[in-house]
């Protein structure tokens, strides 16, 4: 069973400081991860994409890849109180079905004032 | 505006009543998803479409079923076979490699 792992949390993060989610998983195979925003009761919100082994900023995130050791992370810079939400890692299955895509179960990210 | 929209946002139904739920987009992508999430949990997926008249099952396809007869149209009906309805129902459309996926604002579906 292929999967995607990350701690369920809650994490909670002071205002203004770094928030650091982290993500494995488990097929070798896969190409691209994603991480997603969800916020309560509503829909995932795709907010980086990340193909490469090595770091992809965007604004205040960075995605970080480590095909070696199977792990994806996200840094949140100057964390907001709107920064609280729940955090999808992603990443596609394998070479065969790139199409699809496995989903961790999330880290819900609390930032404190 | 370019996008995916599920109707309705909310819909209750008695058990062993089919329902069917809408899934449209505009975004002109090839493949569309069905997904499931309960509460704090993660999204299992139902079934999937990489091209119109084509769908394949998911993780959790029983008591499901889908078609696919125009790009921009992937309705998803639930059946009286699905034995726990109850749950958040979210439709995506993705394209082209790295298949990023963007979703629509899902329907919450309770089933008494």
């Known amino acids: 069973q292929k999967e995607v792992e990350q701690n369920s949390g809650p994490l909670s993060v002071p205002e203004g400081a770094i928030a650091s989610l982290n993500c494995t998983y488990s097929?070798?195979?896969?190409?691209?991860f994603f991480w997603y925003r969800q916020y309560s009761g509503k829909s995932p919100e795709l907010i980086m994409s990340?193909?490469?082994?090595g770091d992809k900023e965007d604004g205040r995130f960075t995605a970080q890849l480590n095909k070696a050791s199977q792990y994806v992370s996200l840094l949140i810079r100057d964390s907001q109180p709107s920064d609280s939400a729940t955090y999808l890692c992603?990443?596609?299955?394998?070479?065969?079905?790139?199409?699809?895509?496995?989903f961790g179960s999330g880290t819900r990210l609390s930032i404190r004032p | 505006d370019g996008g995916i929209t599920q109707s309705p946002k909310y819909l209750f139904r008695k058990e062993g009543q089919n329902v069917t739920l809408s899934c449209e987009q505009n975004?002109?992508?090839?493949?569309m998803y069905w997904y499931r999430q309960d509460p704090g949990q993660g999204l299992r997926l139902i079934y999937y479409?990489?091209?119109?008249?084509?769908?394949q099952k998911g993780d959790i396809a029983e008591g499901y079923s889908v078609s696919r007869e125009k790009k921009e149209s992937f309705p998803l009906t639930v059946t009286s076979a699905q034995k726990n309805p109850t749950a958040f129902y979210l439709c995506?459309?993705?394209?082209?490699?790295?298949?990023?996926?963007?979703f629509g604002p899902g329907t919450r579906l309770t089933v008494t």
């Open positions: 995506a459309s993705g394209q082209g490699d790295p298949y990023e996926q963007y």
């Open positions: 097929d070798r195979g896969s190409q691209s």
């Open positions: 990340i193909y490469s082994n």
């Open positions: 992603a990443g596609t299955s394998g070479y065969s079905s790139a199409s699809k895509i496995i």
């Open positions: 975004l002109n992508h090839d493949a």
């Open positions: 479409s990489q091209i119109v008249n084509d769908f």
